[in-house]
């Protein structure tokens, strides 16, 4: 599947004018912003009822199969999800979302989709940890009438027939960071790439955003790829360890989790503070917000948690009969100098974000 490059940044980008999300957030009007950091698992017994509702007839027991929940972005994004599962219990098209994660291991979650296959969901919904590792999976699925949405780490290369997909551009999202931080440099310099998952979908698509951007800036040279996990404990750790054997560095780009790990780091080392791109958690939002030099020039770009939630309206749309494309971009976030002020009193784990209710889904993400 292509991924839109160079879309326009109002498009598929928000740039943020309004304060973090909180814990508890109506969702029926609207878009708005909440971070959660907790995350829920559903009652599997649910799920051998599920074919008593019937595609059309709601009453459905939908599974979330994710790669990773180790961090405050999956466990946001779970728990939007659940969020959005108890709204459309209230409306009787849900009876169940159930969760399971594969800790990184492709194997593992295969087994676990195909354990939903046999516990007779009525949909799944799939955070992958490869582009390929579970097209066996999601076309056992597929064969079986059981519709996968993809979400957050995709694309995969299923071609399924019932395959969809929600994806960001990955691209432009990166592209935005990496080219702002070149520019704040000065276009010329050292910087480190605080890359993901090795292996993850996300993290290859995120890598060519930034290798893309670079060739505009021939004098910028990358002097060190460090795979975080997008975890700011294994940020800190490898740059503790890396940056002794680096001489000055002027930039870090990195795809999220890991941004205040990178400000420590550095202030641990004690050494000069790179423009480091944020992304756009509340550790970082509020450093830069309250304690970063004066004037300090960056940007905060993020993926967007909601898109779990996203995925559970539109795996009710799906089965309620409603003409959904296969593939859909969601919007990602962008937090600017001019905006940051507003973040100075997130939570810690929050994650600034928008959230959209059921109508913006249908009227944004179904465009084709």
């Known amino acids: 599947m292509k991924k839109r490059i160079g879309a326009v ?13 909180s814990k508890e957030e109506d969702t029926s009007k609207g878009s708005s912003t909440a971070p959660v950091t907790a995350s829920t698992t559903g009652s599997s017994t649910a799920a051998a ?8 007839n ?23 999800a659940k969020q959005v599962g108890e709204e459309l219990k209230k409306t009787g098209e849900v009876k169940e979302l159930i969760f399971a994660e594969s800790n990184q291991n492709n194997s593992t979650q295969v087994q676990q989709i195909q354990n939903f296959i046999m516990q007779g969901v009525n949909a799944i919904i799939i955070d992958p940890g490869s582009a390929t590792a579970l097209n066996g999976a999601i076309q056992e699925a597929s064969d079986a009438g059981i519709p996968c949405i993809i979400v957050n780490d995709g ?7 019932l395959c969809y997909q929600i994806n960001f551009d990955t691209v432009a999202q990166m592209g935005t960071l990496t080219d702002y931080v070149c520019k704040a440099i000065g276009g010329k310099g050292n910087i480190i790439e605080l890359r993901g998952t090795a292996g993850a979908e996300f993290d290859a698509i995120a890598h060519k955003g930034v290798q893309e951007v670079l060739k505009k800036y021939p004098n910028v040279k990358v002097v ?12 800190q750790s490898e740059l503790a360890s890396v940056l002794p054997t680096l001489g000055k560095v002027d930039g870090v780009v990195t795809q999220g989790g890991d941004s205040y790990a990178a400000v420590q780091a550095f202030q641990s080392a004690k050494r000069d503070l790179p423009v480091i791109g944020g992304d756009n958690r509340g550790y970082f939002l ?21 898109d779990g939630a996203s995925a559970v309206y ?14 859909m971009t969601h919007p990602y976030g962008v937090v600017t100098k001019e ?30």
Do not use: H
């Open 339 to 368: 905006d940051v002020a507003k973040f100075a009193n997130v939570p810690d784990e929050s994650i600034a974000c928008p959230t959209f209710d059921r109508k913006w889904v249908s009227e944004n993400l179904y465009k084709k």
């Open 314 to 327: 539109v795996a009710a749309d799906i089965l309620g009969g409603k003409d959904v494309p296969k593939e």
């Open 49 to 56: 009822e599920s074919k008593a509702g019937g595609k059309g």
């Open 9 to 21: 940044l109002l498009v598929t980008a928000i740039l943020f004018t309004f304060v973090a999300c």
């Open 224 to 235: 060190s790829e460090i795979y975080t996990d997008w975890t700011g404990s294994k940020a």
């Open 155 to 161: 694309p995969v290369t299923s071609k399924a027939k």
């Open 286 to 306: 509020k450093w830069w917000a309250n304690k970063a030099p004066k004037n300090y020039d960056t940007i905060s770009v993020s993926s967007n948690p909601w």
């Open 58 to 80: 709601g009453n459905y027991v939908i599974g979330f199969s994710n790669s990773y929940n180790g961090n405050s972005y999956r466990q946001s994004m779970e728990a939007y």
